[in-house]
């Protein structure tokens, strides 16, 4: 049973428009919700984080929405840039910190 | 200051061998966790530890075991290997125990299993 579910394998935006990447939960329980950005031969590294008591959170050109009620949150990056090519993890998380990890979405900005 | 560092980077082994991967975390982080990455799959989460005791085990056999050191580096040991065990391990550290705070992760360990 996936909890955390990136239904997009794959997603090619243009240079400088939006990149929305989108990711789906079903246990009610998590508390926190991350995005994760990973290039090939590295570990993961951490973008952006959500409390489940908020509906947005917003750090430079990554807003992260989280709809409670439909338990789905989003990653939005604007604009969006070669750079930002690269395979994207949504996580959730409990409080007693362990992460379940969706299997990602490969993003490719076109320049 | 150096990141999460891993040992070794890649390595071989054969079915039924035992193997232990090493992480050494950011200084002053107190938590590790260990994932395994299958290709073409998210990393599922092993075992959690925070000031040398466990926290949290994933869904993964007895033959998985780890442990943390009284200078917070951990070691992922793993008996009586099977090719299914073939995967890339990551360790990730954070100071705090749970939160909001993203984790770091090294590089992970390459394991083949052959």
């Known amino acids: 049973d996936q909890q955390v579910k990136q239904n997009s394998p794959s997603l090619s935006v243009q240079e400088g428009r939006i990149s929305i990447l989108n990711c789906d939960y079903t246990?009610?329980?998590?508390?926190?919700f991350l995005w994760y950005k990973k290039y090939p031969a590295e570990g993961p590294t951490f973008l952006i984080s959500i409390s489940s008591i908020k509906d947005k959170n917003e750090d430079g050109r990554f807003t992260v929405f989280l709809n409670k009620s439909a338990k789905h949150l989003s990653l939005h990056i604007v604009p969006s840039q070669p750079g930002d090519s690269a395979v994207y993890f949504c996580?959730?998380?409990?409080?007693?910190?362990?992460?379940?990890f969706g299997d990602g979405t490969t993003l490719t900005v076109k320049p | 200051d150096a990141g999460v560092t891993q040992s070794p980077t890649h390595l071989i082994k054969t079915r039924g061998q035992q193997v232990t991967l090493r992480c050494s975390p950011i200084?002053?982080?107190?938590?590790v966790s260990w994932y395994q990455q299958v290709l073409g799959q998210g990393p599922q989460f092993i075992f959690q530890y925070y000031e040398k005791e466990e926290r949290g085990r994933g869904n993964f056999p007895d033959r998985f075991s780890a442990r943390q050191f009284p200078n917070y580096s951990s070691e992922l040991n793993v008996n009586a290997l099977l090719l299914g065990d073939s995967a890339l391990y990551l360790c990730?550290?954070?100071?705090?125990?749970?939160?909001?705070?993203?984790?770091?992760f090294g590089s992970g360990t390459r394991l083949t299993v052959v």
């Open positions: 246990n009610s329980m998590f508390d926190y």
């Open positions: 990730a550290s954070s100071f705090n125990f749970g939160g909001a705070g993203g984790y770091t």
């Open positions: 200084s002053g982080h107190k938590s």
């Open positions: 996580a959730a998380r409990t409080n007693a910190g362990k992460s379940t």
